[in-house]
C-alpha cells in the first residue's frame, strides 16, 4: 500500500467507527466504545483457565487455529496426493469432475449430523467439518493444474529417465504450484469460515463456542467482539498461509 | 414430601441421649420419632455433614445393638451413666472410630474419578451445576469430575449418546424418550434422580399484558426448548384444557433458550414456556411478564432429570454410586432455601450459568418482580427434590401418547420402572438421613384434575383434545 491509500484506508475505517457509532447510540446495540471497554476486559488476561466452559480469548482462538491447522493440513496433504493422481488421469477425471463439483457446492456444516452421528465423538466431528471444507477446492484445482502442465515437461522427465517421485516433486508440483496455492487459498478461507459454526454447534472449545456463551448470556457486546476477533484473527492466518505460500509459488 | 421431613429419624438421634428414642415409631413409617414432624429444627446432622451422618449412624446401630435393642435399658444407662462417660466407655468395648470409618468407605473403589457431566446453563440443573463450584463432587472422591455445558438439548442427547459425557443432566422425558428411541438412537437411560421440581413459566411479550386466559392465545406463536420436554407437555397441557388445540391453533417451535428471549425482543414469538433464568431474563430485558409459574399448573411436577445410560451405570457401579450421592447430597443441598443466595453466586460466573447473580437469585429465591410491575414472593417457585416418581413417568408416557409423540402401545408401568430409579434414589436419601416415600406412585392433580397413575390408559382417554 502506499500513502494515499494508507490515509484513505484508516480515513474509511474512522468513517466506518463513526457510522457504527451513529447507528447504535442510544440504541440497544453495541456501540464501538462499549466493544473496546469489553475487548480490553478480555485482552487484559487473553490466557486465564477458569474451568472447562470459562478460558480466556487467546486460548479460545489458539484452540480454533489447532482446529483449522489440523483439518486443513490432513485435507491438504489428501487433495494434494488425490489431485496429482487424477490430474494425471484426464478420462477419470473428466469422469469424477462433476461429483468433485457437486461435494464442493455443499456447505461443510450439512455434513455435521451425519458425522456425529457416524462418528458419535464431537472433537473428531469438527475435525472432519474443517477437513470436508478444506478438500474439495484443493483437489479441483490440483487436479486441474496437474492436468495442464506443458506436455514438454514431462517428456524431457521422461528421457531423462527421472524417478516418479522426483518427477512429483521436481516438475509437477512446482509446475503445477501457482493453481494448487489458489486452491489452497480458497480451502483456507472456507476451513476457517467453517470452524466457528461448527465450534458453536458442538459446543467443542473455541471462538465458536465463545460466541454461543456470550449470546447465551445475550451480551450482545461480547458477541461484536468475538466477531471481530474472528475476523482478525482470519486475516492474521490468511498473511501468514501467503508469507508461506510465496516460497512455493514457480512462475515460468 | 419435603417440609414435614426435617424431623430426626430414629437411627440419627443421639444414641447417647436418655430422652432421644432410636426406635421408629412414626406412623408414616418415615423412621421418625412419633411427633417429630412438627419439630421445626432440623436433628439431623446437615446432609453437607456426611462424616457426621455416618458416624451418627454408626454410634446408633452399635449402641442398639449393645442393649440389644432394648430400648428403656438404654436410657436407665445413659441417665446414670451420663453421655460423655458413656461414649468413653462403649468406645473402649468396641471400636467405634473404625466402624465409622469403615461405613463412609462404602461407596467403593471408583471406577473412574474424571467423571465427566454435560450440563445446560440453565437454574434447573442447579445441584449438577453447583456439585462442582461447592465441591459436592470431591466430597465422594469424584476428584477430576467435570462440568462441560452444553448449547442445546439435542448437543446433550448427542453427547450423552456418544458416550463423550459419562452422565447428564437432562429433561425429564429424555431419559424416557431415548430409551423408547423417539427421536434418539434407542438406548436405555436411567434417572436415579430428579432435579428440580417447578421453576418454569409462561412468558408473554409485554404487549399481551391484558391476556388472561389460553383461548386469548389462539394464533400465538410460542416456543419450548425440546419436543421431549416437560415444558411442551405442559403448555400443551395447558392450552387444552383452555380449548386451544395446540397442534393446529397455536403454532410451537423448538428453540434454545437464548434464543426466545431475542425472539421474543425481535417480535417473532408471543411467549415461550421455558426453563429459567429466560423467563426472568425476559423481565430483565423488560420485553415480556411472567403470565404464569408452572407451578400454577402441576405443584411439584418435575422438570429435569440426571440421567445416565444404562450401560455406563453397569461399567462404573461404584463411579455411578458416588456420582448419585454427590446429585443428591447436593439436590438436597439446594432444596434448603437458606443456601440459595450462596448457590446463585456460585454459579453465576461465566464457566457455568453465565447470567447475572441478580436474575438466577430471583428465581431461586422466589422473590422476583414479574415484569406487570409487581413484585412477587413465591419462595417455592422452584425447589429441589431428588426422588423420581414413577407416577410422573407415567404421565409422561400418557402424555408423549397423547400428542403423538409414541404411536404404539406401551407399557407404562415397565417403562417408568425401568428408567427412574425411585429404589435407589430412596435407599441414598435413606443413609442421608431423609425419609423418602415408599412407593414410586401417587396420585398427582394437574390443574385441578386428577392423574391416577393405575389406569393410564383411562386418563389419556379421558382427553378429548389430542392427535392420536
Known amino acids: 500500500m502506499n500513502g494515499r491509500a494508507i490515509i484513505l484506508s484508516c480515513s474509511l475505517g474512522c468513517l466506518m467507527l463513526l457510522l457504527w457509532h451513529v447507528a447504535t447510540a442510544g440504541s440497544e446495540l453495541p456501540t464501538p466504545s462499549a466493544v473496546l471497554k469489553v475487548a480490553r476486559e478480555f485482552l487484559r488476561s487473553p490466557f486465564y483457565d477458569a474451568g472447562p466452559n470459562d478460558k480466556g480469548i487467546g486460548i479460545l482462538a489458539a484452540y480454533s487455529i489447532g482446529r483449522l491447522a489440523a483439518g486443513f493440513g490432513c485435507a491438504s496433504v489428501c487433495a494434494v496426493l488425490l489431485g496429482v493422481w487424477l490430474g494425471r488421469r484426464p478420462i477419470l477425471f473428466a469422469a469424477l469432475n462433476p461429483y468433485i463439483q457437486i461435494l464442493r457446492a455443499i456447505s461443510p456444516i450439512a455434513w455435521m449430523p451425519l458425522l456425529l452421528y457416524s462418528v458419535k465423538d464431537s472433537g473428531i466431528t469438527a475435525f472432519l467439518v474443517v477437513f470436508m471444507a478444506s478438500l474439495w477446492p484443493t483437489l479441483a484445482n490440483t487436479a486441474f493444474g496437474v492436468a495442464n502442465i506443458k506436455k514438454d515437461y514431462l517428456n524431457v522427465a521422461a528421457i531423462l529417465q527421472i524417478s516418479p517421485l522426483k518427477t512429483l516433486l521436481r516438475i509437477i508440483l512446482p509446475a503445477a504450484g501457482p493453481t494448487i496455492v489458489a486452491g489452497l487459498k480458497i480451502s483456507m478461507g472456507s476451513a476457517w469460515v467453517a470452524v466457528i459454526p461448527a465450534e458453536a454447534l458442538l459446543g467443542s472449545m473455541g471462538l465458536g463456542y465463545f460466541v454461543w456463551n456470550e449470546w447465551n448470556n445475550l451480551s450482545l457486546t461480547s458477541v461484536v467482539f468475538a466477531i471481530l476477533v474472528i475476523g482478525i484473527v482470519g486475516v492474521i492466518v490468511d498473511f501468514l498461509f501467503s508469507r508461506l505460500s510465496r516460497r512455493l509459488a514457480y512462475t515460468d | 414430601m419435603r417440609s414435614e421431613h426435617v424431623n430426626t429419624p430414629g437411627c440419627f438421634a443421639d444414641p447417647f441421649d436418655s ?21 421445626p429444627i432440623r436433628k439431623v446432622p446437615a446432609s453437607g455433614d456426611r462424616e457426621g451422618l455416618i458416624a451418627r449412624l454408626v454410634e446408633s446401630a452399635v449402641t442398639r445393638a449393645l442393649f440389644g435393642g432394648h430400648e428403656p435399658s438404654r436410657r436407665v444407662f445413659m441417665r446414670a451413666m451420663g453421655a460423655g462417660a458413656a461414649v468413653a466407655l462403649i468406645g473402649g468395648m468396641f471400636p467405634l472410630e473404625a466402624a465409622k470409618a469403615l461405613a463412609s468407605e462404602k461407596i467403593g473403589t471408583l471406577e473412574k474419578k474424571d467423571v465427566t457431566i454435560g450440563f445446560m446453563p440453565i437454574t434447573c440443573g442447579t445441584p449438577i451445576i453447583m456439585a462442582h463450584p461447592m465441591g459436592f463432587y470431591a466430597r465422594y472422591g469424584l476428584t477430576g469430575a467435570v462440568v462441560q455445558k452444553a448449547s442445546g438439548w439435542a448437543m446433550i442427547r448427542d453427547w450423552a449418546v456418544s458416550g463423550q459425557t459419562d452422565y447428564a443432566h437432562m429433561l425429564a422425558p429424555m431419559p424416557i424418550a431415548m430409551t423408547l428411541g423417539l427421536g434418539s438412537t434407542r438406548m436405555p437411560f436411567v434417572v436415579p434422580a430428579i432435579e428440580n421440581v417447578n421453576g418454569q413459566a409462561i412468558t408473554l411479550h409485554i404487549k399481551h399484558d391484558k391476556v388472561k386466559t389460553a383461548a386469548q392465545m389462539k394464533g400465538f406463536r410460542f416456543a419450548v426448548p425440546f419436543d421431549y420436554s416437560m415444558h411442551n407437555l405442559l403448555l400443551r397441557y395447558f392450552l387444552a384444557e383452555g380449548g386451544v388445540n395446540p397442534d393446529t391453533e397455536v403454532q410451537i417451535r423448538v428453540l434454545p433458550p437464548p434464543e426466545m428471549v431475542a425472539n421474543l425482543k425481535a417480535g417473532n414469538l408471543d411467549g415461550y414456556l421455558s426453563p429459567d433464568p429466560f423467563n426472568q431474563r425476559a423481565v430483565y430485558e423488560k420485553v415480556g411478564f411472567i403470565f404464569k409459574l408452572t407451578r400454577d399448573l402441576w405443584e411439584g411436577h418435575p422438570c429435569c432429570s440426571f440421567a445416565v445410560s444404562e450401560k455406563f451405570a453397569k461399567e462404573a457401579p461404584n463411579a455411578f454410586r458416588a456420582v448419585v450421592h454427590a446429585i443428591i447430597d447436593a439436590t438436597l443441598y439446594s432444596s434448603d432455601p437458606a443456601n440459595r443466595k450462596e448457590i446463585a453466586v456460585a454459579i453465576a460466573p461465566r464457566n457455568y450459568l453465565n447470567q447475572p447473580v441478580e436474575v438466577i437469585e430471583q428465581v431461586l429465591t422466589g422473590e422476583f418482580p414479574d415484569g406487570l410491575g409487581n413484585t412477587l414472593s413465591v419462595p417455592q417457585r422452584i425447589d429441589f427434590d431428588p426422588f423420581p416418581w414413577q407416577s410422573m413417568a407415567v404421565w409422561i408416557l400418557t402424555q408423549l401418547k397423547r400428542w403423538g409423540y409414541i404411536k404404539e402401545d406401551v407399557d407404562y408401568r415397565k417403562v417408568a420402572e425401568s428408567v427412574f430409579l425411585a429404589g435407589d434414589c430412596a435407599a441414598v436419601m435413606r443413609e442421608m438421613g431423609k425419609a423418602p416415600p415408599d412407593t414410586g406412585y401417587r396420585k398427582h392433580t394437574i390443574m385441578g ?17 389430542r392427535k392420536t
Open chain 2, 19 to 39: 430422652e432421644a428414642s432410636l426406635l421408629s415409631r412414626c406412623a408414616c413409617g418415615c423412621g421418625g420419632a412419633a411427633g417429630t414432624h412438627d419439630a
Open chain 2, 449 to 465: 384434575k386428577e392423574f391416577n397413575p393405575a389406569e393410564p390408559e383411562a386418563y389419556l382417554n379421558s382427553f378429548s383434545m
